[in-house]
Every structure is written in structure tokens, then in C-alpha cells.
């Protein structure tokens, strides 16, 4: 078996080499690797320098996540980091791919660092709401300043290699092969004679000592509800004000409680579920896919401007097919005023949203579609529509193209049926602004082929999208849990609460915004639309419950006619209006509601666990293969607060027992129809188990 660490001579210079793929992640073999590496290294005396160096595709990508929350052997990253840098040989990091996290510490402990011209380094522990637990926080202060290490920190973003090396992270960008260049720069190092850079006896200066504080607020609105970033700010201030050792201290009493915080146990979950998503219950990994080379995208609206700038943003051709040429010439001059805004920010280069625009080909002809690999379908929301495209489809297409819908609650299985080819058709449901939403739903019909759901994964994947596959029901995963949680909330309107109070504890929880803000921003016409599309379907209750169509009814439409469930002043700033209060407590007279004091325990239990229980029927049923598919879902499309790790996670840590007697005490109060308990949820529960902990 090959050694994960191995220790070399090239002349004078040792070579340590890691060799742990996939991400030559600091497992405990190689932690001990790299100490008894460096003390062969120092026992040796014709060695003179050492170079850390990886095998593979990256440098060391941090600490390895999957001991998280195990007890820890040693030897433990900060002293080895303590023991590289107090060598009294030249220690010199040669860095590829990502030098992330505890592999960036590694490389601040080395006296010297040089990387290849592609290479990225990071601090990203942020994301997993823990901090630099290796004296990141305390070295990188004291390298590149507190402002430049503040951002890298608390952003947890990487920089390139080049902008590494003006601040000061990088000593050298190699020329050509890096082991060749860092042998030269060791060998440089050597006859030079050039002195040991210890990075902990540097001193990190602030020129203004409220900037701290003042970084807190900046980052307060973005960062709201994480624990991190604010404990981020903290440690790299000891940097500045403490000693380095006690600095260190701080920065392990830190590291330890937000380790085994609640939220890091949920970002940690994410980050794992996001990669997990991607594997398909039962599809082989050599599972075969078809080439995407070119797509049609059928109507130019809201939802397939932003789906041909997907594609085109990954390079790949587009052809936008409207009904009429004015149509189509708003579609395109929506995309290029979006295109056109982002390079007036200094994001985009106007070159290549001109290369851009130059991949997407308006056509009112669907000979155009004839070539193309996959084809996506965001025309009206209307069923007849639906099925007369899909048929034309079926006329024109070359045997082998995908045929996707983006409709939100359609039947798949109904519109492939309109096809000779059922098994090449499925949904893309893409969340608005597709552009920007990165969560793709896939939808598998019953007759979808596995080769083509599996080209859709692929082809999500590569227009930077997170794919979760999930299976044929009214409104898939997100929008069937989203409309329990949207009845509970009406319900409660009428019981007793306002908008501005369902709001505020639905943004209190974490989420962007409350449901009625939400409303208003995407037009309160869309719901109402939808409400008259399938009221015959609603129970009598929710028919009664007509407090929308009330609100429309005054040409109240949200944020666009300037009133909503709020009214707005010009800069689209929301208020709560007595209109409406007066409005809904009209209509709880009506309805014969005597009207009460919701509390906000209440709204969450309502709000929140209607959606769970709806979750764990999707499990039942099939719908998501596993709850993490259900989180990913939630946390891309919808903005669950990662930091709870998304419903299915959420539910685990508030206990499915608890949960499950809420239920049955809203079943009595509100009715068995709406609050029918899941049987795996009250499975899960009486056993004391877990959506995750089966
Ligand atoms: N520990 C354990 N496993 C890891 C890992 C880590 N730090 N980083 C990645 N992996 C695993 C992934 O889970 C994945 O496993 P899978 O194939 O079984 O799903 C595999 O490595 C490949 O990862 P990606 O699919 O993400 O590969 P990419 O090439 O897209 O990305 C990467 C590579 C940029 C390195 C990305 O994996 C990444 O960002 N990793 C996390 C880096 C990180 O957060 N480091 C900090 C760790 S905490 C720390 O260092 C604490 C210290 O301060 C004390
Ligand atoms: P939209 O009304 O903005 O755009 C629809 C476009 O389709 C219009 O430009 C129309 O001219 C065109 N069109 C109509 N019939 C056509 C035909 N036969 N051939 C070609 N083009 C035709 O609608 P939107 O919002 O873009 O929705 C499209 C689809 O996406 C719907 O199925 C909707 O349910 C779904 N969706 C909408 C989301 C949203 O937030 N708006 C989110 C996710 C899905």
C-alpha cells in the first residue's frame, strides 16, 4: 500500500510529499505523516530545507470534516503547524489547486510559500460555522494585515494566486512544473542563506482600533443568525491586541465552542448533502449520459430568459423560440439590460457578454429546434399549451434530444404522454431568477429513462446549478411543502395574526424574508392566478379563506402597484397598512373566527412543521429519495437558514417527538385534513429516531 506521507532527498532539500485523495485532506495518518517528515527532515544533516509538496489534484484542502465531532488523536494540527514553523531548516509550502483551511495553516506555519500560477488559498472554516482552528486567525493577521485577513476570514472565500502574492500570502508564483520551481526556489533559499520568516513573531498593526466593530455591522445584515463570522471578527482582533500565544488560546476556546455548536453540526450536514445529492439512489456511477451540446428553450418570459442565460453563461448555444417577434425582441432586451448591469458593476467584461449574446439565437421557427440535445419548455403555465408544444416537439426533434418542462405543478407524466418518446421527458424546474437560483429540481416522470435523468444531473451541474432529483407530484418538493406552509399561515390570518407579525417571526427564524414580504416581491397576482386555477380543488375552508383575492380584488398586487399586504413607498420600502389589518379582521368576522393571540411559538410550530410533516409523506412516498434531498431543496430554492441545516435536518435536532405532538394537537385544533400525521414521521418518533438516524 502506498504511504499517505512519504519523506525524499533530492540532494539537500527533503520532500515531503502528501498523497491522501481525493483532497489530501489532514487526516490523523496525515498529520502524523507530515511531523515525522519534518523530524527526519531536521535529524538529517545534510538536509538544509524541506518543501511540503501534495500528489493529486489540489495542495492539502483543510482539516478532514469526517472527524469532526469524533474525539480527536493526536498529534493535533495547531502544534504541528507549531512544529513546522519553529524547524530550524527553511520549511517551504508548494502549493497546487487549494491550499484551503488547515492546508493553508500548514502552508503559514512554513517559512516560505510558493504556488502555481492556477492556485487558489482560503481560510473557508466560516462555511462550516467554525472558525481557522491552526492559527490561521492568529498568523494571517499578522502576515497580511487585519483587514485583508478579516476578509478572507469571515468571507471564507479563496483568493488566486496572484492577488495571494500582492498582499503578501505568496512569496513566488512558479514558472512552469511546481516541484522543479520550488527545488530551484529551496536551493535559492539555501545559498542565499536567507533568514527564517517566522510569521507568529510578526506584529498585526491597526491603524484604527474601531475597526473591528465596524466590520461587525458591516457584515450584520448578510451574516444575520450565523455564529461564525461575528466569532471570526473576535479572534482576529486577539491577533492584534494579544501576545501570539495567548492569541492562539483565544483562538482554540473559540474553535472549540463553535465546533460543537448546533450550527456547525448543520453546516457541516450541508456541506456534505451537496455533494451526496449529486449520487443517485441506484444509478451506477458509470451510469451513461448523453452529450448536451445545444439547447432549445421554448418562450422568452420571466423564467426562460433567465434559463437561456444559464446555458449561455456555460458556454453552450441556445436557441429561444417565441410565438411573436415583439415577444421575443423583450425577451432578449431583458437579458441584455441584466447583462448590461452587471458589467456597468465591474462584474462582467463587456467582451464576454457579447460572446454571450451571440450564443442565444431568437427564432420564431421550430425547424431552428431541430438539432439541438435538449430542449426546455417555460411557456405559459397552462396545460392545453403545454401539450401543443410538446406535440411539435415530437414532430421536429431528432430522435435522442431531452425534453424538459419548467412548469411548477403540472403532471410530467401528462405532458409525455403528448410525445412518442415518453421516456426522453421529464421537468427542469428552475427557481426565479433562474440566473441566479441555483437550486435545479429534476423531475422524473414515470417512464424517464435513467440515462436521460442523469444527463439532466450532469447538465445542472455544469450550468453551476445544485440538481436534486425528485419524482412526479403536485408542486414536486419545494412548492408541495411551500403550500402547506402558505395554507397554515392563511389560516392564521384569520384566527388572529397579521401579516407583519407572521413575517417578522418567519424572518426571525432565518429566512430571507416572511411569506407575505415574499408575496408581494413576486406579485400577488401569480398566487391569486394559481388560488382561481385550482379552487375547485380547495377545501371549503380555503375557499372561504379568500383574504388574497380581497387584497387583489382593491388592485392591490404587491410591490409592483406600489401595496400588498404592505404598502410601499418609492424606494419599495414596506410598512404595514391599517387597510389591511382592518381588511382581515373583517374577514375573520365573516368567517365566524373569533379573533385570538397567536403566538409566535405557534407560527413556527404551524409554519414550519406543517412543512416537515409534509417532507416525511414525500419520503414515504418516494417523491425525494432521502431527506437530505428535501434540505438541499429547501436551502437552495427557498432560503432555509443553512445554519439549521434545512426542515428534515432541523426537525432531527428539535426531536421528531416533540414535533409529532404538535401535530396531533393541531390535528384537534385545525382539523385531521390539514394536520393528518406522516406515518413515518409518527414511526420515527415513537421509536425516538430520526429522519437521519434510522
Ligand atoms: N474533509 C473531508 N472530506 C473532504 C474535505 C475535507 N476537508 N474536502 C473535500 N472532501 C471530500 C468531499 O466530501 C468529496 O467527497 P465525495 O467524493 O465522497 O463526495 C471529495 O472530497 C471531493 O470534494 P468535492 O466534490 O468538493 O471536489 P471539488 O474538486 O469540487 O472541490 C475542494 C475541492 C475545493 C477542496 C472542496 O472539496 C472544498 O471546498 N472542500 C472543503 C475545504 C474546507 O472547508 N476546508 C476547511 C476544513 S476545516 C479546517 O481546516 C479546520 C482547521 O482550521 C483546523
Ligand atoms: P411568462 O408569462 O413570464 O413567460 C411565458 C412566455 O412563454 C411568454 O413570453 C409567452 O409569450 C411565451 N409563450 C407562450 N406560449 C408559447 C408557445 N406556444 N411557444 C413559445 N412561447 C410561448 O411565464 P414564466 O413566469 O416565465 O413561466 C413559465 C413557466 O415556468 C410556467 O410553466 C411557470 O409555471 C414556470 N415557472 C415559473 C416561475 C416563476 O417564478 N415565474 C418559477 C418556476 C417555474
Redesign the pocket.
Known sequence: MQEIVTFSKEGNIGLIVVNN???N???QAVRQGIKTGVEKGIADKDILAMIIICEG??FI????????GKPMIEPF??AIVQYIEDSPKPMIAAIH??A??????IALGCHFRIAAPTA?V????V??G???????TQRLPRLVGPQAALDMIVS?N?IAAQKAQTIGIIDEIADGDLKAAALTFAKKVISEKRPIKKISSLAAKVDNPAMFEEYAKSIARKQRGFLAPFQCIKAVQAAVELPFAEGMKREREI?VELQASPQSKAQRHV??A???V??IPGLPADQQTREIKSVGVLGAGTMGGGIAMCFVNAGIPVVLLEVKQEFLDKGLGIIRKNYANTVAKGSLQQDVMDKRMSLIKPTLSYDDLKNVDLVIEAVFEDMAVKKEVFAKLDAVCKPGTIFASNTSYLNIDDIAAMTKRPEDVMGMHFFSPANVMRLLENVRGAKTSPEVYATAMKVGKKINKVPVLVGVCDGFVGNRMLAKRSCECGFMLEEGALPQQIDKVIYNFGFPMGPYAMSDMAGLDIGWRNRKAKFDKLSPREKANNILDKICELGRYGQKTGAGFYKYDDKRNATPDPVIEELIIKHSREVGKTRRVITDQEIIERAIYSMINEGAKILEEGIAARPLDIDIVWIYGYGFPVYLGGPMFYADQVGLKKIYEAILKYKDIVGAQYWEPSPLLAKLAKAGKGFYSK
Open positions: 485523495p481525493p483532497v485532506a489532514l487526516s489534484r489540489t484542502a483543510g482539516a478532514d470534516i469526517r472527524e469532526f494540527l495547531p489547486g487549494t484551503l483551511g488547515g492546508g493553508l495553516e487558489k482560503g481560510l473557508p472554516e462555511k462550516l467554525i472558525l481557522p482552528g491552526a492559527g490561521g471564507g479563496p474553535f456541506f456534505f451537496e455533494r451526496e449529486a449520487r
